[in-house]
């Protein structure tokens, strides 16, 4: 698991994954993922290079999105795969972890939020 982490425009802040979000990735993202969030700020977490994810991933993107949300800010997924945004949808999560298919819609949600 890959992390890079950017400002995303003036309106937040962007974090590209990239590989599997098992344990492994997980671990390896959990300390940099915090920092983010308990940055008081909004969130893109770009997705569109994960190919895989486990309970445990889905815990860290849990976690940072209520510490975001603490911070009356929000955290959106930017275009997680098919199989991704499924499970996503199937376990309830779309609410906390808004799922957003573009830059430009995230752009529009979190200017909603600020």
Do not use: W
Request: aromatic residues 2%; without cysteine; neutral net charge.
């Amino acid at each position: 698991m890959d992390i890079t982490i950017s400002e995303f425009g003036d309106i937040g802040t962007r974090v590209v994954l990239a590989g599997k979000l098992d344990v492994a990735g997980a671990q390896k993202i959990a300390m940099p993922l915090a920092a983010v969030a308990g940055a008081r700020n909004n969130v893109v977490v770009d997705m569109v290079a994960v190919d895989f994810i486990t309970s445990i991933g889905i815990r860290e993107l849990v976690t940072a999105a209520k510490t975001v949300a603490r911070a009356s800010r929000i955290l959106v997924l930017l275009d997680p795969n098919p199989v991704i945004r499924q499970i996503l949808v199937t376990a309830g999560l779309t609410d906390l972890l808004p799922i957003v298919r573009s830059e430009d819609e995230a752009r529009m949600v979190l200017s909603a939020k600020a």
